[in-house]
């Protein structure tokens, strides 16, 4: 049964990579401007590099052979060439990835922390004053809009009090060699240098953006929480334990808590997958280093590679988080995965 399971996820999961890659391998003819240029992001090129480029290709091939090549190209790690750097955009992502990927980490930590805990507090207190005032702030973090609470963080704790920096990942004064790229994790690497200030820096260059992408999901996972723990609280067997003279603490934490949780799992990878397309905005803003901001800047730039290149980075990634979460809430909860096959 688990094997059929795993198989009916794997061929999912190929048929979804290969959509992608449909996809992708498309935006070359849909792109205005020269067919090799799409494909290669080279241009000014000489007549013998245009034809050897061309043979690269297989620009007088047919569509299926060019398909099989780009894939085939992609595996060897060759995305093409940024026009705007004329560096490779696999470099571009390999740099940039972790930055955005660090970002949405840290917000979803904090979610979690958060979310989750205010969850149970209001399912506890159902009616009464808790739930309510937990209630309205989450339908008022979840209307406000990322832009607006980014440039509001910044307009009072930046330039009002002064609190925060307003761009980047670390200060100018020091410099962390790019280990991993994810910025926490070189510093550790590296000994805490200057005396540990340096990750305190970038602690501090975190914060706001965590806040503000973090805002979404722990509404989110708050409400998400909240309804699971309602349903689990009026099973049959939550009556009987509160029958038996089990006080509130006992009843959630040894009996509700486990089986409330369980849909929650799968709702956190895919609020993982949302952290990405929300941090595109938030990265912007902040100017954070990251691959949402470096996709944007190559929209404007009209840079074809870059732009082909960060949707399939991202893309994937999201593919493979919605993937795992579904994998992990199927492997805790067997009733779903039976559910999945049509059994009960």
């Not at 048929?15 to 205005?32: D, E, K």
Request: net charge neutral; aromatic share 12%; glycine share 6%.
């Amino acid at each position: 049964m688990m094997l059929d399971y795993l198989f009916r996820r794997l061929s999912l999961l190929l048929f979804m990579l290969f959509a992608l890659t449909a996809f992708t391998f498309s935006l070359n003819y849909l792109f205005p401007g020269d067919l090799l240029t799409n494909f290669s992001g080279q241009v000014n090129t000489s007549f013998s590099q245009s034809q050897m480029l061309e043979e690269k290709y297989h620009i007088d091939d047919n569509v299926l052979v060019q398909y099989g090549a780009f894939v085939s190209r992609l595996f060897q790690g060759d995305w093409g060439v940024s026009l705007s750097s004329g560096q490779t955009v696999a470099s571009h992502v390999a740099l940039l990835l972790p930055a955005t990927l660090e970002l949405c980490f840290y917000a979803l930590v904090v979610a979690i922390l958060l979310g989750i805990p205010a969850g149970i507090i209001t399912s506890a207190y159902h009616k009464k004053w808790p739930d309510k005032v937990i209630s309205t702030l989450t339908l008022l973090g979840f209307s406000i809009p990322v832009f607006w609470l980014a440039l509001l963080l910044i307009m009072v704790f930046c330039l009002g009090f002064g609190w925060f920096p307003m761009s980047g990942r670390i200060g100018l004064l020091y410099e962390i060699p790019a280990v991993t790229n994810f910025i926490l994790l070189d510093i550790w690497l590296l000994g805490f240098p200057y005396g540990g200030q340096a990750f305190l820096d970038a602690l501090h260059h975190l914060a706001l953006p965590t806040v503000v992408l973090a805002m979404y999901p722990t509404t989110v996972l708050t409400r998400f929480t909240r309804d699971s723990m309602l349903n689990v609280l009026e099973q049959n067997y939550i009556k009987t334990a509160r029958a038996k003279g089990l006080n509130r603490r006992q009843i959630i934490l040894d009996h509700a808590l486990r089986n409330a949780l369980l849909p929650v799992i799968k709702q956190i990878g895919l609020q993982f997958s949302t952290l990405i397309t929300l941090a595109m905005v938030t990265e912007v803003i902040f100017s954070w280093p990251g691959v949402g901001r470096w996709l944007i800047d190559s929209i404007y730039q009209r840079d074809y590679p870059a732009i082909q290149g960060g949707l399939l980075a991202v893309s994937m990634f999201v593919i493979f988080a919605n993937m795992l979460a579904d994998l992990t809430h199927s492997l805790l909860d067997p009733v779903s995965r039976n559910q999945s096959h049509g059994k009960v």
